[in-house]
């Protein structure tokens, strides 16, 4: 079997819904509608049907709610988002494995309420959050509750990057240029989150908790060899073994993420992202349905490039399907 752990899902009553405050998002929904698999489930069936053993987890596509309406009707728009994934999981079990809860962040107190709702009624098996809410990282103490219920529910935060075409690449310009803002900029923003997840302390205080990051986290492998030169050099400025509230060197709280393979193929990039998180923090994932056959062309990238990568059939097994089942409790 394979799980794709990371795949997106606007369905038809919820896009309905939040389609009413789509002049908040228009760049988005330019997108959105142009991939008709994020609502027309029986054409994403098909395309399912193309690939032996697979299966899906799914979760919502963007915007993120906060940035779209307040938190009462946040809070309504993300049950009509999680129950009705959740009846499409309940329809198609032998190819939706498993949904993660789209909860509103702007209203924390809500959006644990619907994180335990989605995990403890619905059978979700994790949540949703963006590198940024309304502009404030995702280390900010506000956020610590969601943090903790996961933590105690033992189950993953997905992460996703949200960095828009109006934020420009130079102060100088209003808006960004040669779709840098997505193609590089969803990596920086996702290095960013993580970096500043370690050193609040989130992964030193709550050792067990398991962030799933977007493209094969972002920057950090490509970077390792950096990451741990440049805090060498702090550390020895500070005269200090660690840094202010952690007990390890921060490249081994980087290791503790895990890292999907949705980076449209590339065999060398893989293994640099399995080399640095290990076979045990690799899952597979491709972003479907974003590219120009809807679909079909990550799920075939990103199968092929992982069966090119030269690794060991237990390898395979983990990034496949094994690391997924023990993430999620499958």
Avoid at 40 to 65: A, C, I, Y
Avoid at 97 to 113: K, Q, T
Avoid at 166 to 191: C, L, M, R, V
Wanted: net charge negative.
């Amino acid at each position: 079997m394979k799980i794709d752990i990371f795949t997106h899902v606007m369905l038809p009553r919820y896009k309905k819904a939040v389609y009413k405050y789509s002049d908040k998002f228009e760049t988005e929904k330019k997108v959105q509608d142009r991939r008709p698999m994020l609502t027309d489930n029986e054409g994403r069936l098909r395309k399912l049907d193309e690939f032996e053993g697979l299966v899906q987890v799914l979760s919502t596509t963007m915007p993120p709610l906060e940035e779209v309406v307040d938190p009462q009707v946040g809070v309504e728009l993300a049950r009509i988002c999680n129950d009705e994934m959740a009846e499409l999981v309940a329809r198609h079990p032998e190819r939706y494995i498993a949904a993660i809860a789209n909860i509103p962040m702007n209203d924390m107190d809500a959006a644990v309420r619907e994180a335990e709702r989605a995990v403890k009624e619905l059978g979700f098996k994790g949540v949703q959050i963006y590198t940024n809410v309304n502009g404030k990282p995702m280390s900010s103490e506000e956020f610590m509750p969601l943090y903790e219920l996961m933590s105690r529910l033992d189950l993953p935060i997905w992460i996703h990057p949200v960095r828009r075409s109006h934020d420009p690449d130079y102060a100088t310009e209003k808006i960004s240029h040669n779709q840098i803002f997505s193609i590089f900029g969803w990596p920086y923003d996702t290095t960013t989150t993580m970096t500043r997840l370690v050193f609040a302390g989130v992964l030193e205080k709550y050792p067990n908790i398991k962030f799933i990051t977007h493209h094969c986290g972002g920057m950090v492998p490509f970077f390792a060899e950096r990451i741990m030169v440049h805090y060498n050099n702090g550390l020895e400025r500070l005269g200090a073994t660690h840094f202010p509230g952690l007990t390890k060197h921060p490249i081994e709280y980087f290791r503790m993420f895990y890292a999907d393979t949705a980076l449209n193929g590339g065999p060398s990039a893989l293994r640099c992202g399995l080399e640095f998180f290990g076979e045990d923090h690799l899952v597979f994932g491709t972003d479907m349905p974003y590219d120009v056959e809807n679909g079909s062309l990550s799920m075939r990238q990103t199968i092929d490039a992982i069966e090119k990568m030269g690794v060991s059939s237990s390898a395979k097994q983990k990034i496949y399907e094994g690391n997924a089942r023990k993430l999620l409790h499958l």
